[in-house]
């Protein structure tokens, strides 16, 4: 028996496995695939608390905290090398230095940065882009392909869990003093409490509270270039005028909504959902993205299995426009989806005293999935 069963392994997942274990409980993860393979290693790896409400960022600030640690013990492939938020023209600009201001009276370090200033520290910046920029340094970036994976040997071999992958989760009935899960191959286990953190998965467990739900899903296209010449460093997370416009944490400054009335309402960016960020990965090579389109939970499989190449053109030439990379040859593309509510920041339903689900952490899990578990871990467990 044990204290908690977390359904995924993905990072929203792992990370309540980690609370628990360090309350001292007795914690296994169930997770369907081989490894976790879904929204969590398909990503940026950006964790930039910067670009989030008041809400999250605080939960953003405190997952840094936690890479931080953990990063110091074993390693999970955090790098401290800071977020830019780069602007493009005087609209953007006057965002940043609003955000510089809320962050100066939140606490949170915030530096900005001349356009010499960007010009010198992100080599290939096209002069003819960059306005100035707003730098976090304190935020970090992690690899996607490979954190998860880390963590959860970290969590095995140094903190005890219990770990069981190619281990789908079918059904979960209350005992009156626990939970008996089934997996699809009928292995059964029990414990005290269940944690359901299933992502975009809504037709294994559960499925008519996700019909019902305002869950959608969204799909964004990613592509990771060839590795650059070794000289070319592109440090941290580059965020770029797109993204000054699209994240939560801007909606909080004086002239955004101004600014957001005078975009025109019919462009290529709006239609795909398209801001361009970029981050080196750890073999030089850089990754490129990214596009939304949505569908409800019900509808999910309307979102289709293929890459719009028209999509993916457009987001290199929007690249082109501000940083020359050395090569723009492209050695993957892919696609990820991850779930979110239309009206919440979370998805979070008690089914039983024992069985809790959490999905819909959205574009935000990398960044906010630590300092929200914990919090979360503590109501549960008291
Ligand atoms: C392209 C892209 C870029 C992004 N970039 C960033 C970024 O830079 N920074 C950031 O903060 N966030 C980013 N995000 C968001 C972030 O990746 C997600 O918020 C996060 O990964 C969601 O984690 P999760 O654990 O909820 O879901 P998932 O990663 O989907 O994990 C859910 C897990 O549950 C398992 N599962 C489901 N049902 C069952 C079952 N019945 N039994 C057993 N196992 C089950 C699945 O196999 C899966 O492994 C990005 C997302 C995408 C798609």
């Not at 290693?41 to 008041?54: A, I, K, L, W, Y």
């Not at 059904?171 to 191959?185: I, M, Q």
């Not at 501000?322 to 089914?351: M, N």
């Amino acid at each position: 028996m044990y204290d908690l069963i977390v359904v995924g392994g993905g990072v929203l997942g792992a990370f309540h496995a980690y609370h628990a274990l360090e309350a001292g409980l007795k914690v296994a993860i169930l997770e369907k695939d081989k490894a976790p393979q879904e929204a969590t290693t398909r990503n940026f790896g950006q964790v930039v608390p910067s670009g989030m409400d008041s809400k999250w960022q605080t939960y953003g600030r405190e997952s840094l905290k936690i890479y931080k640690s953990i990063q110091a013990k074993f390693d999970v492939t955090v790098r401290n090398n800071g977020s830019v938020y780069l602007a493009s023209n005087q609209e953007e600009q006057q965002l940043i230095e609003e955000l510089f201001s809320i962050n100066q009276s939140n606490g949170y370090t915030s530096e900005l940065l001349s356009k010499e200033a960007c010009l010198a520290k992100y080599p290939g910046l096209r002069r003819d882009y960059a306005v100035g920029g707003l730098f976090f340094p304190e935020e970090v970036t992690v690899e996607p392909k490979t954190m998860i994976h880390r963590l959860l040997e970290y969590l095995i071999h140094e903190k005890g869990l219990a770990y069981f992958p190619n281990h789908q989760v079918v059904s979960c009935s209350n005992t009156g003093n626990g939970v008996w899960l089934e997996t699809a191959a009928g292995n059964k286990f029990k414990g005290e409490k269940v944690i359901i953190c299933n992502g975009r998965d809504f037709k294994t467990l559960y499925p008519e509270i996700f019909t019902e739900s305002d869950l959608e899903v969204t799909k964004l296209q990613m592509m990771l270039t060839k590795p650059q010449s070794k000289s070319y460093i592109l440090p941290g997370s580059i965020l770029t005028g797109l993204s000054i416009r699209r994240y939560e944490a801007f909606h909080e400054c004086p002239s955004f909504a101004e600014v957001k009335s005078r975009e025109p309402k019919d462009s290529l960016e709006k239609k795909w959902g398209v801001h361009i960020l970029f981050k080196q990965a750890t073999d030089g090579s850089v990754i490129l993205g990214d596009s939304h389109e949505y569908a409800d939970a019900k509808d999910s499989d309307d979102l289709g299995y293929d890459l719009n190449m028209d999509i993916d053109q457009f987001m290199i030439d929007e690249a082109k426009k501000i940083i020359d990379l050395p090569t723009y040859e492209i050695a993957h593309r892919w696609f990820g989806v991850y779930s979110q509510c239309k009206t919440k920041d979370i998805f979070q339903q008690t089914i039983d005293e024992h069985i809790h689900v959490v999905t819909g952490i959205g574009g935000k899990g990398m960044t906010g999935s630590a300092g929200f578990s914990k919090e979360h871990i503590e109501q549960l467990f008291n």
